[in-house]
């Protein structure tokens, strides 16, 4: 299971042609049609789990989902001569691929290589987009947020590193958002989580449930420490 973060020259204009290679091996993008590639999307992964997501301050980036990966049919798309011509005309900057797993259970040891704080990656369903957003961005520094009198544990910046977070809507799912929230100091978090204040937040934030609508995943550079 994979995620991926890109920053692209148009959107809605990759888009197109993301969701076209997910099942065809002929697609356009960046005004030009591309055929015969190796593979669709669809051989290489579980492409009904497939989803993108916007950064909420930059159409212009995106992160992708992946899951279920067959790295060497994966490989073999970006081993294609047409690879590097694609993605000149529709890719600005690609940050390293990065492994979604499971993320660490509360008092586990701390993850190999992230010196205790792990960068995580959260999705799940709410009932208002606009309304999720704006009270996730107010809990970076304000432990009332917008949701009224209910006070959070913590302010999100006493347990991550804030200047890292990205908060992003799915382009697949109108009423799904994610959240990538780096160097978690796991204690507090489960701390603030834990605090029944935390269960009034999310239902005052529109969290929608059950545990199963929401995703979760530590994330670990294909690359090497983040």
């Known amino acids: 299971d994979m995620v991926m973060t890109t920053t692209l020259k148009d959107f809605d204009d990759w888009f197109a042609g993301f969701k076209e290679h997910g099942a065809s091996t002929t697609f356009t993008i960046g005004g030009k049609t591309f055929k015969d590639a190796p593979i669709t999307r669809g051989d290489a992964m579980d492409e009904a789990r497939t989803e993108v997501f916007v950064d909420v ?73 606009d309304k999720w957003v ?44 994610g959240a990538l929230i780096c160097g978690i100091d796991m204690a507090k978090m489960g701390e603030m989580m834990a605090d029944p204040s935390w269960a009034k937040i999310s239902q005052a934030l529109g969290e929608k449930g059950p545990r199963s609508e929401e995703h979760t995943s530590e994330l670990q550079s294909l690359a090497g420490s983040r």
């Open 134 to 177: 704006a009270g996730f961005k107010a809990h970076a520094t304000d432990k009332k947020g917008t949701w009224g009198d209910v006070e959070s544990k913590y302010a999100r910046a006493e347990i991550c590193d804030d200047a890292k977070t990205r908060v992003f809507r799915s382009a697949h799912n109108p009423k799904r958002v």
């Open 57 to 129: 301050d930059d159409n212009n980036k995106a992160l992708i989902t992946m899951f279920a990966v067959n790295m060497d049919k994966f490989g073999s798309f970006f081993a294609w001569d047409k690879f590097k011509e694609m993605n000149e005309l529709c890719i600005v900057a690609q940050d390293p691929p990065m492994l979604l797993k499971d993320p660490p259970a509360p008092g586990a040891a701390p993850p190999a290589g992230a010196g205790g704080k792990p960068d995580m990656f959260v999705s799940l369903e709410v009932a208002d987009v």
